[in-house]
Nanobody
Framework: QVRLEESGGGLVQAGGSLRLSCTAS????????MAWFRQAPGKERELVAS????????YYADSIKGRFTISRELRRNTIYLHINTPLSEDTAVYYC????????????WGQGTQVTVFS
């Protein structure tokens, strides 16, 4: 079984920066892709950014493009989300997810980490 553990959330001032981390542990882990999702109060969970494990290809949601950066560290089975110039609407619980080989979507999820942007 794969376990995903997020860290790095907390309070961040608008215009500041924050880095989220997600480390996978457990069984031998070679996903197709990993991603960051977020869910704000009263809203549905949305895909923020994803990265393909093999070649590092990235996807970004339009709402965060140019402000957030996703990266991976293969030897640590870790992905990062660098949050730059956050806005109040970026306040949400951020979840890490993984897509396994042969799976059609993201089936492994972390517990989430809260990010709160204040002015």
């Amino acid at each position: 079984q794969v376990r995903l553990e997020e860290s790095g959330g907390g309070l961040v001032q608008a215009g500041g920066s924050l880095r989220l981390s997600c480390t996978a542990s457990g069984r031998i882990f070679t996903p197709v892709a990993m991603a960051w999702f977020r869910q704000a109060p009263g809203k549905e969970r949305e895909l923020v950014a994803s990265i393909r494990w093999a070649n590092g290809d990235k996807y970004y949601a339009d709402s965060i493009k140019g402000r957030f950066t996703i990266s991976r560290e293969l030897r640590r089975n870790t992905i990062y989300l660098h949050i730059n110039t956050p806005l109040s609407e970026d306040t949400a619980v951020y979840y890490c997810a993984a897509q396994r080989v042969g799976a059609s979507g993201y089936g492994d999820w972390g517990q989430g980490t809260q990010v709160t942007v204040f002015s």
